[in-house]
């Protein structure tokens, strides 16, 4: 698959999960550089941060069955905000009951 299709097969999952966030002129930077400088208000998103958008996208493609196996996935501190809301958590039915409360 192509890097563009790649892309817009991303943006179909992320869809209807992720924030629409603005972009914005910024007056300051714009007078620093002589150039107009837009901002994008990625601080906006669920968890206040753009990584939303690529934890959202990797955990939608996984199946049950890669979710369920005892792998390990290690992220970064800054990542885990936006995989915590991404993440539905599976709670199993023989987990005890205070867990699935």
Same mark, same amino acid.
């Given at each position: 698959?192509?890097?563009?299709?790649?892309?817009?097969?991303?943006?179909?999952?992320?869809? =209807?999960?992720?924030?629409? &966030?603005?972009?914005?002129?910024?007056? &300051?930077?714009?007078?620093? &550089?002589?150039?107009?400088?837009?901002? %994008?208000?990625?601080?906006?998103? %669920?968890?206040?941060?753009?990584?939303?958008?690529?934890?959202? =996208?990797?955990?939608?493609?996984?199946?049950?069955?890669?979710?369920?196996? =005892?792998?390990?996935?290690?992220?970064?501190?800054?990542?885990?905000?936006?995989?915590?809301?991404?993440?539905?958590?599976?709670?199993?039915?023989?987990?005890?009951?205070? %867990?699935?409360?």
């Amino acid at each position: 698959m192509k890097l563009w299709e790649e892309i817009e097969s991303a943006e179909k999952r992320i869809r =209807n999960a992720i924030l629409r &966030t603005p972009m914005i002129c910024s007056d &300051t930077l714009s007078t620093l &550089t002589g150039q107009e400088v837009f901002l %994008k208000l990625e601080n906006l998103q %669920k968890g206040g941060s753009f990584k939303i958008r690529g934890a959202y =996208n990797k955990l939608s493609q996984l199946t049950f069955s890669t979710s369920s196996t =005892n792998e390990r996935t290690e992220i970064s501190p800054s990542d885990s905000q936006g995989s915590s809301w991404s993440w539905r958590p599976v709670v199993p039915t023989t987990s005890e009951r205070s %867990k699935k409360d």
